[in-house]
């Protein structure tokens, strides 16, 4: 863990996002799709997720970016950037 007041590391936020469906494709997570990139938690919590489209123009990676944040937000992670 990073800090006392941060409860959750990197790996975590790879777990909770690997939970999170692909809207096209709801059997398969982001995380297997290769959407999500690379994930960064900060000493003071702050998390950076880098999320990449399947293909050019994908027009679902809104919803996906709002998932990401939703999922996120419920496990207690507050400052976030996509």
Same mark, same amino acid.
């Given at each position: 863990?990073?800090?006392?007041?941060?409860?959750? !590391?990197?790996?975590q =936020?790879? $777990?909770?996002?690997a939970? #999170?469906a692909?809207?096209?494709?709801? *059997?398969i997570?982001?995380? !297997?799709?290769?959407? =999500?990139? $690379?994930?960064?938690?900060g #000493?003071d919590?702050a998390?950076?997720? *880098?999320?990449?489209?399947?293909?050019?123009?994908?027009?679902?990676?809104q919803?996906?970016?709002?998932?990401?944040?939703?999922a996120?937000?419920?496990?207690g992670?507050?400052?976030?950037?996509?």
């Amino acid at each position: 863990m990073n800090s006392a007041a941060t409860s959750y !590391d990197a790996a975590q =936020v790879w $777990d909770w996002l690997a939970a #999170v469906a692909d809207p096209e494709i709801p *059997v398969i997570s982001i995380v !297997d799709l290769g959407i =999500v990139r $690379d994930v960064q938690v900060g #000493v003071d919590g702050a998390c950076t997720v *880098v999320i990449t489209p399947t293909y050019s123009g994908c027009p679902a990676m809104q919803v996906i970016a709002d998932a990401i944040s939703e999922a996120l937000r419920a496990h207690g992670v507050t400052r976030l950037s996509l």
